[in-house]
């Protein structure tokens, strides 16, 4: 298969798995894949090897009969198939309606909770395949201080978790008709091990609700 295809395949499997829990949630808007196919071809690998694990961290959720909605089990899964551990004080510290992001040593996102798939109108193709400072905005004094905190946080020797203190802030889909905001506060940024190695950082977001369509934060 190429690799478009197997993004397909990986995509739509996910939408499927995610319609059985009662989420819509498109793969794609166009089946040709315009943004991937921007990609180079280590770009589209990459992409591919990502949805691939993903596809299997959801995969062992549903055989264990969880649900992918569980942040505990789909965070116990993603720990496991990725080969990442959390020490136990701060995996202890996720609750049920967090959004859980986590992103790899080179900063590039490799899992995120259900819960964000479910407040987004982007499709997967978009999370997969653009850059998040052309799907978001926020306001540029949050933007600002958010930058410097991960900055503090990634540059930590050694790294421990970390409660940012930025407060609840208002981030807006810009890439979207809809441009839907959402109002969220970062309560976490905790470190990943692969072994004795930093390997990333995992985020616990809480969530604050919707807001009204601003235009321009």
């Not at 986590?102 to 259900?114: A, D, E, L």
């Amino acid at each position: 298969m190429t690799l478009q295809a197997l993004f397909r395949y990986y995509a739509q499997a996910l939408t499927d798995l995610l319609e059985e829990e009662g989420i819509v949630f498109r793969a794609y808007a166009d089946p040709l894949l315009p943004y991937f196919s921007l990609l180079s071809n280590d770009e589209q690998q990459a992409v591919v090897d990502n949805i691939r694990l993903y596809s299997e961290i959801c995969s062992r959720v549903h055989k264990q009969d969880g649900s992918l909605t569980d942040n505990a089990h789909m965070v116990k899964a993603a720990l496991e198939i990725l080969g990442l551990t959390v020490k136990q004080d701060d995996l202890s510290l996720i609750e049920p309606d967090h959004f859980i992001e986590m992103y790899g040593i080179n900063h590039i996102q490799i899992f995120r909770s259900f819960s964000i798939l479910e407040n987004t109108t982007y499709t997967f193709e978009d999370l997969a395949c653009r850059k998040w400072y052309h799907l978001y905005e926020r306001a540029p004094k949050d933007h600002q201080k958010t930058t410097e905190k991960v900055m503090e946080f990634w540059g930590q020797k050694p790294p421990i978790r970390m409660a940012p203190g930025l407060g609840i802030q208002a981030i807006q889909e810009k890439a979207s008709l809809e441009n839907l905001v959402c109002i969220s506060e970062i309560e976490w940024l905790i470190p990943l091990w692969k072994g004795d190695d930093f390997a990333g950082a995992m985020t616990l977001i809480r969530d604050h609700g919707r807001g009204a369509k601003t235009g321009k934060i």
